[in-house]
């Protein structure tokens, strides 16, 4: 810094110190009182910038961005959460021997002091904003992205390095030639695969104002298929709308930490989220990990929410409730549960579902995916205000329309056609489709959703507590791990008692019930699933009431109590037992008989 600067910047710096007591010369910061002048330290700090990071919470981080100056330079310019700032014990780490302070009483704090009044006097205040998706700044939304700002120009976007690819184009040179492009997804896979990939990714900007109707999209979408299926490549395609991904780049994967994967969810609000290769690991412990990783997404996507934990001292953690929605991709489906399975759409793909040749000219083209989202979301701002009103009615209604076998199914229907449609407006709008073929090719996407929705509801159906614990009993009595002894006429156990004290017994059979020790069935279910990898989880108390709800059981009603474990006199002596009707495993090996 040559001389006639370094006057320029004690003139100012002074101007500013004056009838304080501080002053800056070409030897330092120097304190003056009644007592004399005292050499506080030979660098001053300069704040240039007060700077809000908003990641959409309620609590905004706030960081000081400021430059240094010692006696013969300026020092690299620092950013530092304020309360760092604030205890000035940092300039040493920063500038080394070029910030040294005297020593003397509370110098830090006579370096910060000067450092707020020159703050207040130069700094500007700015925002930054650490998320995706819509944020209403001033009176108008606007999209933010990791390239900028739609709708917004001035605005400033700063995402972690590793969501950096969520990037969309400045503009398009033609929306209905982008349009097409996106359209073209439809031919390089199976309709019952790319329609659902394309609804989700245009329903995806639409989350904000779903939330605000109360109806936010609650699912997680599986593309499930075997190794070589080229499902992460596809994915990839979809992930385009949103930036510039390949398979190889996708922003999350099984490897991850589920902390790590919800941090993400939380930053990337109304886009779409990739969370890649679910593999069938040969080792027990990766794979239960991946599994519960699974488990743990599927709960917070499914029912927007976050994990509330404590930190070692016993103080609230930072809650991530995500925020976009999220695709899967895997070689296998873990054993979920039955609200699990509910929280998902499942999408197969087999091979040679893919076609290469027009999987590889869309992704020469893919930059014009992003092209396509990001004129969709220009034609929805001036929307934006309406779209709470207009989403949440279009969402009652079609719900109610919805029949799918099963409440939430309904609702991921109700999204997925909400969101294509959506799509196809606009793709109307940019003249990339005629007018008169909307309802046909809304009724074909309606069509698919419905099938791909009523598959699930049979799968749920086999999933079950009471499908899982006939299933069971089914293959241990046909096995012979397990035995009843056969009662006559008479209740009596044929053959006398010498059978109870075999390996397997757990009950006995007459030709209406299977008379099942409570004591002795339900290990022996555990017991099966566990030598399958696999867990059983529903309590003996909820399995009895699924089992009464299926009228798979008798069970004794009084005014003031249920008994679904009646006693039986067997041998003269009264047991309580679960009284399985026989027609319930018939019905299991034979689903065709009436």
Not at 15 to 38: A, D, K, M, P
Not at 249 to 277: I, Q, Y
Not at 315 to 334: A, I, M, Q, S
Request: a negative charge; charged letters at 25%; hydrophobic letters at 40%.
């Amino acid at each position: 810094m040559d001389s006639k600067t370094f006057t320029g910047l004690m003139d100012s710096v002074n101007s500013v110190l004056e009838g304080t007591g501080y002053s800056f010369s070409s030897s330092g910061l120097w304190l003056t009182t009644s007592n004399g002048s005292r050499k506080m330290s030979n660098f001053i700090v300069v704040p240039e910038e007060f700077v809000t990071k908003d990641s959409g919470r309620s609590k905004k981080e706030i960081y000081v961005k400021a430059t240094g100056y010692n006696v013969s330079q300026k020092l690299p310019e620092v950013m530092l959460p304020l309360e760092e700032f604030e205890r000035m014990n940092w300039p040493s780490c920063e500038w080394g021997f070029s910030a040294i302070t005297e020593v003397q009483s509370n110098v830090a704090g006579h370096i910060r002091r000067v450092a707020q009044a020159l703050g207040n006097a130069y700094a500007q205040s700015s925002t930054v904003y650490t998320h995706m998706g819509w944020q209403r700044i001033g009176d108008s939304w606007c999209y933010l992205h990791s390239g900028g700002v739609i709708g917004n120009e001035a605005a400033q976007v700063e995402l972690s390095h590793d969501v950096v690819g969520y990037t969309l184009p400045d503009h398009a040179d033609s929306y209905q030639e982008a349009v097409r492009a996106s359209l073209r997804l439809k031919d390089v896979a199976p309709s019952e695969i790319s329609v659902p990939l394309l609804a989700l990714a245009y329903l995806s900007p639409l989350n904000e104002f779903f939330r605000q109707a109360g109806c936010e999209p609650a699912f997680v979408t599986m593309l499930t298929g075997p190794t070589g299926t080229m499902k992460s490549t596809l994915a990839a395609l979809a992930l385009c709308h949103f930036g510039q991904f390949t398979a190889k780049s996708l922003p999350g994967d099984f490897n991850a930490t589920r902390s790590m994967l919800e941090v993400k969810g939380f930053a990337l609000k109304d886009t779409l989220m990739v969370v890649d290769d679910l593999y069938p690991s040969a080792y027990k412990s990766e794979y239960a990990k991946m599994a519960s990783t699974l488990q743990g997404l599927l709960r917070s996507y499914g029912d927007r929410s976050g994990r509330a934990r404590l930190t070692s001292d016993i103080k609230p953690r930072e809650v991530y409730v995500p925020r976009g929605n999220l695709l899967v991709t895997g070689e296998d489906v873990p054993n979920l549960e039955q609200s699990g399975l509910a929280r998902q759409l499942m999408l197969e793909i087999s091979p040679g579902d893919v076609d290469k040749e027009k999987l590889s000219s869309l992704q020469v083209d893919s930059h014009l995916l992003g092209q396509a989202m990001r004129g969709y979301i220009e034609w929805l701002i001036p929307q934006a205000d309406t779209l709470k009103d207009v989403l949440s009615e279009k969402f009652i209604d079609y719900r109610q329309r919805a029949q799918a076998g099963h409440p939430r199914l309904a609702e991921v229907v109700t999204w997925l056609r909400i969101g294509y449609e959506m799509f196809l407006d606009y793709a109307i709008f940019c003249d990339a489709i005629p007018s008169d073929s909307r309802q046909i090719v809304l009724d074909e996407a309606l069509g698919i959703f419905m099938k791909l929705a009523s598959h699930q509801a049979e799968a749920m159906k086999v999933d079950t507590p009471v499908f899982q614990f006939l299933s069971a009993l089914n293959e241990l009595l046909a096995s012979g791990q397990c035995h009843c002894i056969k009662l006559d006429d008479d209740g009596s156990p044929i053959g006398g008692f010498g059978n109870i004290k075999g390996h397997g017994f757990i009950g006995y059979a007459d030709s209406v019930y299977y008379y099942l020790r409570p004591d002795a069935i339900m290990p022996a279910v555990i017991d099966f699933y566990r030598r399958q990898g696999l867990h059983f989880s529903t309590s003996k108390k909820m399995l009895l009431k699924q089992l009464a709800s299926a009228e798979a059981i008798r069970e004794s009603r009084t005014e003031k109590r249920v008994n679904r474990t009646p006693d039986k006199r067997i041998g003269g002596e009264n047991q309580r037992y679960i009284w399985l009707k026989k027609e319930a495993l018939d019905k299991l090996n034979n689903p065709d008989e009436k």
